[in-house]
């Protein structure tokens, strides 16, 4: 029996908090690693490993404070980023998440012809080559290519006065962003074609789609009854993993190429840690705690459309 969807819901809005509770948790473990201050003054909560100690209460209270401040919104300026916590989340976000948009508007569609294009390949045994090419994508970083391409785009610019990648002057949607989302979108139009050719040779071996054809049903109809219905499921799958590891991918080109999204402030606020001032922890906390609401939100919501959609579920 299929899971209705108010508690299909419930379920998932029930695991937030603890999931953004371990997510900011992380940011503040080192704060509970101190250098030791010697006998004096040293309590029981305090365990001494050489020249260090741990202290619980030095964490709790760092931890705390953060989500005290965050609740009144009193976060402080960040003397890394010059921005208080909701200029820099205001600044990064859509910086960030256009990069996103523009990468999955590449790869989405791309990787679905693809797809199509494998599995007809693989169906005439004339596939190999396709999948080796594929998989070769898929074990390649994006951000690596990225690194490759910077050196020549430099030289380029500098003999023939052409910007083939925007490395100066910030983030900017002009033809200097073109090369970087092509090539940061290879390997999630990857992701994409490969599940995409799983999910065709899954569903259309299935023996409702032979009992549609036997019926002398027409092709087209075929795929948009039967077909298509029980591929969305795993295609809509495919494009939010392939959102992932984007998402993961954009924040470090963020930093080689000095655009101010959410990755760049983040690592900024990390990098900041051994000047020990409160305010950058607690600016980085509040970006990590953000995207986590987001991801939170777009996949609860992606998982509740999908049941929806599933036939199985609607039949049940």
Request: proline share 5%.
């Amino acid at each position: 029996m299929s899971e209705s969807p108010s508690r299909f819901l419930l379920q998932r809005l029930l695991a937030w908090p603890l999931v953004i509770l371990l997510t900011s948790l992380l940011i503040f473990l080192p704060t509970a690693v101190r250098e030791r201050q010697g006998p004096s003054g040293r309590t029981a909560r305090e365990v001494t490993y050489g020249r260090l100690e741990v202290c619980g209460a030095c964490f709790v209270a760092r931890y705390t404070h953060f989500w005290q401040a965050l609740a009144s919104g009193d976060m402080p300026r960040s003397p890394r980023s010059k921005l208080t916590t909701p200029d820099a989340i205001g600044r990064g976000a859509p910086v960030t998440l256009t990069l996103i948009g523009l990468i999955l508007a590449v790869a989405a569609p791309l990787g679905t012809l693809l797809g199509v294009l494998l599995y007809r390949r693989q169906r005439a045994g004339r596939g190999a080559r396709w999948l080796l090419a594929i998989m070769l994508a898929l074990a390649t970083p994006s951000f690596l290519l990225i690194g490759l391409l910077i050196t020549p785009a430099v030289e380029i610019n500098r003999q023939f006065h052409i910007q083939v990648i925007r490395l100066v002057g910030g983030f900017s949607l002009d033809r200097g962003i073109v090369i970087p989302v092509v090539v940061l979108a290879l390997r999630p139009t990857a992701y994409i074609a490969r599940l995409t050719s799983i999910a065709l040779e899954e569903v259309l071996r299935q023996d409702f789609i032979r009992t549609a054809r036997s019926k002398g049903l027409p092709e087209w109809r075929v795929w948009l009854r039967h077909a298509v219905p029980h591929l969305l499921a795993p295609w809509a799958t495919a494009v939010w993993g392939a959102t992932r590891f984007t998402f993961a991918a954009v924040l470090v080109v963020e930093v080689m190429m000095a655009w101010i999204g959410l990755g760049y402030l983040a690592l900024d606020n990390l990098g900041a840690f051994g000047l020990a001032r409160q305010t950058d922890l607690d600016q980085l906390a509040a970006i990590v705690t953000f995207l986590a609401v987001l991801f939170l939100a777009l996949d609860t919501g992606i998982a509740f459309l999908l049941q929806r959609a599933d036939p199985q579920a609607r039949a049940a």
